[in-house]
């Protein structure tokens, strides 16, 4: 059986209610007891606050792929006239959506949503066939339709509308008997399949003891002192909360002057003179009763396990979960005698008449006075809590479900295309130009093309614009390279980029036809993407993520996992090495790298370092962030290398092969080491050494002074030479040329040259830091020391050796290929994906099966 259900109770205004805890912990519950079931979640993706929190609720319980999104133009709310048409296509959309998964049952979880905010709640509205079972909490506003409906027309035509709907459910799962009467009682023979599945609370309520410290920093956080008196509910009449004022304003003398009565609960600001009034006329003082408004889990628990007494006083509940909540934490109840309140306390001895404040009082006195009494509360509570479980609510849903679809099984079935249809429905109304663009891009993302391949989208923002033959340019390059050429049958390799000015990332077809020399897939469109593709950041741009954080949340939000490659955070641990600014700018990179899914560092080192930054800087990462690393590819062939050499390279080999050559690679900037090593071989060509110093790179930024020197030396072209712009080719030739790289650089991310040079068993002179030592190990020589004879000395030591063939060599240093790490890396995506791609495609894409 393949259950699919809508979450928008736990979505919508109602998530921080007992209806959205409830609609919460069910699904939690049959995700864990789904025994061979499939279970997919249908999520609003007009609540985009709320995927991630659900999406990292079911971690563990369901696959990724299983948490699917639908999107509807909005806003929907029914209680603004305006948006009628926008909702009514939101239902058609919704229910297509649903049909598309190809349920068996779908299961809603809250059917009277949206009135004050975008939830879009139908029952065949688009679909016929599907099967529909809901949680039916209560008929509340038809106890009383004078009062909660009357006074509010419109209200009252939307609930009615809802009401119809419901009787149009194959099979309504009430949260207790008294539900299960009541819809009886009032909807009669217009009710299919009716059945208490009873409740339960979250396991978070559990006994909890606090230290005096905790408890006193709690209560003097929410404004409340001595022994309280706790109740939940919101300022509705039924609620009851203006009798429990009085109950409480008429306890002895002593025992209100030394307590207060605390309410915990969601109020809105236009409510709050209602509740004082309310205060006023039961002859309560402002500090006798103290207003929280809704509070955390954390302190919901704590304000139950430290409380004297916990009062539920409703007049009416389809169950009464807050009299359960602090049940489960050990806190002595106390309930109204009315409604379903009797089926959670059980016990008649915990009762009183809620219409009698007299009969409150008295209760309350009891328990508070008599501590045998309220002893035996707390044992009541320990012993009756448990009794009510999420897994045997769930097994008895899954029980109602398996029996309607038995009694389905004879309907004979057919198939249609969904997406057309749902068009055809939507095509009876007129839209304006800019309704009917949002509503393609709601379609385009709620149904993806039948024909979606799995993608792999690999950001190459920056390569697009410019390529400045950076290092991070040269790993972008390699490993897309490797991806274009050895994709896999079963994934879509796509390069994608972004601008600074437009919000949204497009496919980069042109840069990837002259990059691998192919024919063009296409033009560079807006990217289309769906549940299980993967994002990677592989190129580096500071702006470029922080700019796109709405269309990369949106991506994630779908069903898209995101990843980054990370070069180095230098520009944070090692500011002073930057242009300023470059630390907030990267932080800013590093931010908002940290709200996806996970980062893969191009060694330990650099992989390490991002974790210690976020630590330190206390950034609230997912619970399932990961963490990775893998080393770069040596084999320059292998990167889409340029070619050519100059006029005098010949007379430049045979000027570094009359004496011993140190190369050194890498943009001129501070953190490098060439002022260092410069000045080290001044010492060196003064005390006679006759060695060649030879520097590939271009030109960087803060070092204008050592450039002019670098131009101006007196052995330049001579023993000293600065190539600003080497090709690929020559810079392979150069490396072959040398005697010894040296790896000078006081900070890096990885150090690509030691491989390089290693690959061509150049032996290695470095700096003695840790990312050096990790990708060079016991294969190279170290030095150490900032000043220059540090350097000169070392050079010396290591010359003396090499005279003597005793050098450390390089030959046995591990080295990847560009395509081992393309395939780590490709590894390492696949591994961590959010998702192993849809599997609602059972009956064909976007097709589904009807029964008759």
């Keep these: ?415 249609y295309d969904i997406v057309s249809s749902c068009i055809e429905h939507l095509a009876g109304g007129e839209l304006e130009q800019g309704e009917a663009l949002q509503l393609a891009q709601s379609l385009a993302r709620t149904f993806p093309a039948r024909d979606h391949k799995r993608q792999l989208l690999i950001d190459v923002s920056e390569l697009c614009r410019r390529d400045a033959r950076t290092g991070c340019q040269r790993v972008t390059r390699s490993i897309l390279l490797q991806w274009l050429k050895n994709s896999p049958g079963d994934i879509q390799i796509e390069p994608v980029y972004a601008t600074l000015h437009e919000q949204g990332y497009r496919y980069a077809r042109r840069f990837a036809t002259g990059l691998s020399g192919r024919p063009s897939a296409g033009a560079d469109d807006p990217i289309d993407y769906a549940s299980g593709d993967i994002f990677f950041g592989l190129d580096y741009h500071a702006d470029t993520a922080p700019t796109q954080m709405s269309s990369l949340m949106d991506m994630r939000l779908h069903g898209v996992s995101v990843h980054f490659l990370v070069y180095d955070i230098l520009p944070v641990t090692k500011p002073s090495y930057f242009p300023l600014g470059t630390d907030s700018a990267f932080s800013r990179w590093l931010e908002a790298v940290g709200h996806f899914d996970g980062i893969i560092g191009i060694s330990k080192t650099t992989t390490e370092a991002v974790q210690a930054w976020y630590a330190d800087s206390e950034f609230s990462l997912s619970p399932d962030y990961r963490f990775s690393w893998v080393h770069l590819g040596a084999d320059i062939e292998n990167s889409a290398p340029t070619f050519g050499l100059p006029s005098d390279a010949d007379e430049l080999f045979f000027q570094l092969r009359q004496r011993p050559t140190f190369l050194m690679v890498g943009t001129i900037e501070p953190r490098k080491g060439y002022a260092q090593a410069l000045a080290a071989f001044d010492v060196l060509w003064t005390e006679k050494t006759d060695c060649n110093l030879i520097i590939v790179g271009k030109e960087g930024w803060g070092t204008k002074k050592l450039v002019a020197k670098l131009r101006l030396h007196p052995e330049h072209n001579n023993r000293f030479f600065w190539l600003e712009g080497a090709s690929d080719e020559y810079l392979n030739k150069i490396y072959a040329s040398a005697s010894c790289l040296l790896a000078a650089s006081e900070a890096e991310g990885f150090g690509l040259p030691l491989i390089e040079a290693a690959r061509q068993k150049v032996p290695i002179l470095a700096r003695d830091i840790s990312v050096f030592r990790e990708v060079a190990g016991v294969h190279a020589g170290y030095f150490s020391g900032s000043k220059p004879i540090d350097l000169a000395e070392s050079i010396k030591k290591w010359l003396a050796l090499y005279r003597e063939n005793r050098h450390p060599k390089s030959d046995g240093l591990p080295w990847t290929t560009w395509e081992q790490s393309a395939k780590q890396m490709w590894a390492e995506l696949l591994s961590r994906g959010r998702t192993s791609w849809r599997s609602h495609e059972r009956s064909g894409a976007n097709k589904v099966v009807l029964h008759r």
């Design 1 to 415: 059986m393949r259950i699919v259900i809508d979450m928008q109770g736990a979505q919508s205004g109602s998530r921080t209610r007992g209806i959205g805890r409830y609609s919460l912990s069910l699904a939690q519950a049959i995700a864990r007891n789904h025994e061979g079931h499939e279970v997919v979640l249908a999520l609003n993706g007009l609540f985009a606050e709320t995927i991630e929190p659900l999406r990292q609720a079911f971690s563990g319980l369901l696959p990724q792929e299983n948490i699917q999104v639908w999107e509807a133009p909005g806003p929907v709310r029914a209680s603004d006239s305006y948006n009628q048409r926008r909702r009514r296509r939101a239902e058609v959309v919704r229910e297509a959506f649903l049909a598309s998964l190809s349920p068996d049952i779908v299961h809603i979880t809250s059917l009277f949503e949206g009135f004050g905010d975008d939830a879009v709640t139908s029952i065949r509205t688009f679909s016929k066939a599907v099967p529909t079972s809901l949680t039916l909490f209560d008929l509340i506003p038809l106890h009383d339709p004078d009062r909660f409906l009357a006074p509010h027309p419109f209200m009252k035509s939307w609930y009615l509308e809802k009401l119809e709907q419901l009787k149009q459910a194959d099979l309504l799962l009430a949260i207790s008997d008294y539900s299960v009467r009541d819809a009886k009682k009032r909807l009669g023979a217009k009710i299919q399949r009716i059945v208490n599945i009873s409740t339960a609370c979250s396991e978070i309520f559990v006994p909890k003891q606090l230290s005096e410290v905790e408890r006193h920093g709690l209560l003097s956080r929410l404004g409340i002192s001595g022994p309280f008196v706790m109740t939940s509910g919101t300022i509705e009449p039924h609620k009851n909360l203006e009798r429990l004022f009085k109950a409480f304003a008429c306890l002895p003398a002593k025992l209100r002057s030394e307590r207060r009565l605390v309410l915990i609960g969601k109020t809105e600001p236009s409510q709050r003179p209602i509740l004082q009034a309310m205060r006023r006329r039961a002859g309560l003082s402002v500090k006798d009763l103290v207003v929280t408004g809704h509070v955390s889990d954390d302190d919901l628990v704590a304000l139950y396990n430290s409380c004297e007494l916990m009062v539920f006083p409703s007049l009416d509940e389809g169950f009464g979960l807050p009299a359960l909540e602090a049940m489960a934490c050990g806190a002595p109840t106390i309930g109204s005698r009315a409604a379903s309140i009797p089926e959670v306390i059980g016990c008649d001895d915990a009762m009183f008449d809620p219409l009698d404040a007299d009969d409150m009082t008295r209760v309350m006195t009891r328990a508070i006075m008599d501590e045998n009494y309220r002893a035996e509360l707390k044992a009541l509570a320990l012993e009756r809590a448990p009794e009510f479980s999420w897994d045997k609510t769930a097994r008895c849903a899954l029980g109602e479900m398996e029996a309607l679809i038995r009694e389905r099984s004879n309907y004979g079935t057919e198939g």
